[in-house]
């Protein structure tokens, strides 16, 4: 589903990702943990090539795509690759100007070609399978964050991706709305659909991911099963770092 060899992403001189490698088999789940600026989310974000890698090879899906000096993908390689997936981000990112119902329809429209019909009860459904069926009519502004974030998530399902990126998605999150997010999550994964997830969320990676990162200074230091990283981590960086979260937790 995922494979990436030898990913490699600087800014400017700041070398963000230093020669990252992982699979990631169809209708698993991907958890990416670590400190602030680790490259996490860099990692993330060339999934979908909104960072696209400067060296390296990736593939989602079908789709497969090498990067390096003189070697760049063409636009229609890269929508390809896009199409692959949706993108959940922590701010929701929301059209102000369009109802929860317009805002999954969107891309169903203007991406996919589909009819407005169509794309409505596609819509309808997503609603429904988030919780949010009663809210199709309502502005992002009338929605609470977790309903907000709900949204999102349907959205980002409307375009029936091979596997969805969710970006910190309870970050900005009041906490006591953080659980109806994380539930939603658990019953698409559930259900079987490829994720990969950056969270600072322990319990929920413990309980929903097949597989877990720990990134730090853009490179994994840590992989494996949540009982392998959560519970028996093998390198002393990735024990600070998991006794600070957890201590930073009580």
Partial sequence: MIEVHNLHKSF???EVLKGVDLTLDKGKVLVI????????TTLLRCFNLLEQPDQGTLRVGEVSLEFGDGIKPKKDQILKLRKQSGMVFQSYNLFPHMTALENVMEAQVTVQKKSKDEARSHALELLDKVGLRDKADSYPHKLSGGQQQRVGIARAMAVDPEVLLF????????????????????GLAAE???MVVVTHEMKFAAE????IILVDGGRIIEKGTPQEVLQQPKSPRAAQFLNILTENKL
């Fill in 192 to 194: 079987g659909m490829t």
């Fill in 12 to 14: 400017g001189s700041l």
């Fill in 167 to 186: 970006d910190e998605p309870t970050s900005a999150l009041d906490p006591e709305l953080v659980g109806e997010v994380l539930r939603v999550m658990k």
């Fill in 208 to 211: 929903v991911a097949d597989q």
């Fill in 33 to 40: 943990i670590g400190p602030s600026g680790s490259g996490k």
